[in-house]
């Protein structure tokens, strides 16, 4: 069955409409539950969330949400980052390349299915595990206030601050970056998250809110 949000999702494009539509009729028939969910068709199975399909500037993609643990007998999957540790694309540009192959697609998303059913998760990295930046390492050992609130944060939320300090490639943008979210991790907000409690990517939140 079709979902009326997909149907104004796809209805708005102004890229990737026939590329989209035919994963989504791909979706479809191979007996997917279609939602809508951080502003993106998504396929599920028995309410459990097996991939997306979105659209890039350069590429459209399925994102397999459990990518990571697919055998990709094919070498078909992307890692969008290297920081990116269970979802994975298949990445396509017209819907010939889609139609080319189709079969090895459907192949895929039922043993996504499969590997869901399992209950098979993934290993994450534990936080720990992140790089603590020099310059932010500094400014926890002389800010008591920001130290004791950074480690009151939930590992998800302590990750996503690591990652996002690591990848500044010059020291003036890291400290610019820590000093840009202090105000956050003083109010035990993650760096995605909205003044509604919830983090902007999550589907319950419609993004309309401020930032602070």
């Known amino acids: 069955m079709t979902n009326p949000q997909v149907d104004a999702f796809m209805s708005s494009l102004k890229k990737w409409d026939p590329e989209l539509s035919k994963l989504r009729s791909i979706a479809l028939e191979c007996q997917m539950e279609e939602g809508f969910k951080w502003k993106h068709p998504c396929y599920m199975h028995q309410d459990k969330n097996i991939f997306l399909i979105h659209g890039f500037k350069e590429y459209c993609a399925i994102l397999f ?123 035990g907000k993650g760096l995605t998250d909205c003044i509604c409690g919830l983090s902007k990517r999550m589907p319950n939140c419609d993004g309309s809110h401020k930032f602070a």
């Open 65 to 187: 949400m459990k990518g990571s643990l697919l055998q990709d007998a094919h070498g078909l999957l992307f890692q969008q980052t290297d920081h990116v540790q269970s979802g994975r694309q298949i990445r396509f540009t017209s819907v010939k390349e889609i139609e080319e192959i189709e079969t090895t697609l459907k192949q895929y998303i039922f043993e996504a299915i499969e590997v869901e059913k399992a209950g098979i998760k993934v290993e994450l990295k534990p936080h720990e595990a992140y790089e603590v930046v020099e310059e932010f390492q500094q400014i926890l050992d002389t800010d008591k206030e920001l130290n004791d609130a950074f480690y009151a944060l939930t590992p998800g939320r302590q990750r996503g601050y690591l990652l996002h300090f690591s990848t500044a490639k010059q020291a003036a943008t890291r400290i610019s970056r820590i000093e840009q979210v202090r105000s956050r991790i003083l109010k």
